[in-house]
């Protein structure tokens, strides 16, 4: 029988392997990290367990004509890439400027600069794609420019001081998601002409907006498009790969506008949606780098309450 006892031994567990993954893969010479990240993945592939489960069952949402076999494919592709995601986020802070400024070529990137240039804030809202973090750090050292993001608080409180000692020596700002104060700070950023990168293909609160995604209901965070909203904000969704090179790759979308008419809650719900459907773009084009290995459709979550 488990019990408090038991959560804070995992917790305190789960800190240490982090530690140990942060402490010894950045040390790792890089074709030994790469293939143990393959390892990893193929080894957590053939266990079959509850997360490679959810992540085919995700996938099957993504291609429907698929077979079991294509899924199994697609599947064994997305836990190598996500294992790509960690080796590469351990190594990011040894890496130099001119390294990581030459890791990720984005498409379209003049939609980013050109709303850098104007007089309005930025927002920049990503799936669970490829790595986001490479995304980020790529615009602080190859555009020079910071920005604030948001992360969700883990468990124990050591393991998310681990995640946000490594992101603000990458460059970032990172606000807990929980407290409350973390939009209000978001919106001060934005109006002072700042950039916001938040990572939006997943609701964390009970405030999310319905959205069809490949043709089911879910729901996303309504931040993105509330912040836009009420700072004048220019959002711009943004779509991440890889490919067989070691530079990852993106698509910067045009920015999403802000329908003319309508109470602030159906401008959100219709923002919202155009968001959803530029990341469904992305993923479709690139389901094995959609990192989603947790339920996400209503239909699953409802699936979970007793």
């Known amino acids: 029988m488990s019990g408090p006892k038991d959560g804070g031994f995992k917790d305190r567990l789960s800190d240490r392997l982090y530690g140990l993954g942060w402490a010894t893969v950045k040390k790792l010479p890089e074709p030994v990290a790469r293939g143990l990240g393959r390892r990893i993945a193929d080894t957590a592939w053939k266990r079959r367990g509850k997360s490679v489960l959810r992540l085919e069952s995700n996938l099957a949402r993504v ?19 996500y294992m790509r995601y960690w080796m590469e986020s351990f190594r990011l802070p040894t ?29 920049l809202a990503l799936p669970h794609m490829g790595n986001w973090d490479l995304a980020g750090v790529w615009v602080t050292r190859a555009l020079g420019v910071p920005f604030t993001t948001v992360a969700e608080r883990l468990k124990p409180e050591t393991l998310y001081d681990r995640f946000v000692a490594y992101r603000e020596s990458l460059g970032m700002e990172v606000l807990p998601h929980t407290g409350g104060a973390a939009f209000g700070t978001l919106a001060r950023r934005l109006r002072a002409g700042g950039l916001v990168c938040l990572v939006a293909d997943r609701d964390l609160s009970s405030s999310g907006v319905e959205v069809d995604f490949f043709g089911e209901k ?14 004048g ?8 790969w890889y490919d067989d090179t070691d530079v990852m790759k993106g698509q910067v979308h045009a920015p999403l506008d802000v329908p003319a008419s309508g109470t602030r809650a159906e401008k959100t719900s219709v923002m919202t949606q155009a968001l959803a459907d530029a990341f469904a773009g992305g993923i479709a084009d690139h389901p094995e780098d959609w990192h989603m290995l947790q339920r996400l459709w209503l239909a699953d979550l409802e699936e979970r309450r007793p």
Do not use: N, Y
């Open 63 to 81: 291609v429907p004509d698929a077979s079991p076999e294509r899924l199994a494919e697609l599947s064994k592709a997305g836990m190598r890439s």
């Open 95 to 123: 890496w130099s400027k001119e390294r990581a400024a030459g890791s990720f070529d984005p498409k379209d990137v003049h939609h980013l600069t050109d709303a850098l240039a104007s007089e309005h804030g930025v927002i």
């Open 218 to 231: 879910t729901r996303m965070p309504a931040g993105p498009a509330m912040l836009a909203q009420q700072t």
């Open 233 to 240: 904000a220019l959002l711009l969704p943004v779509t991440l």
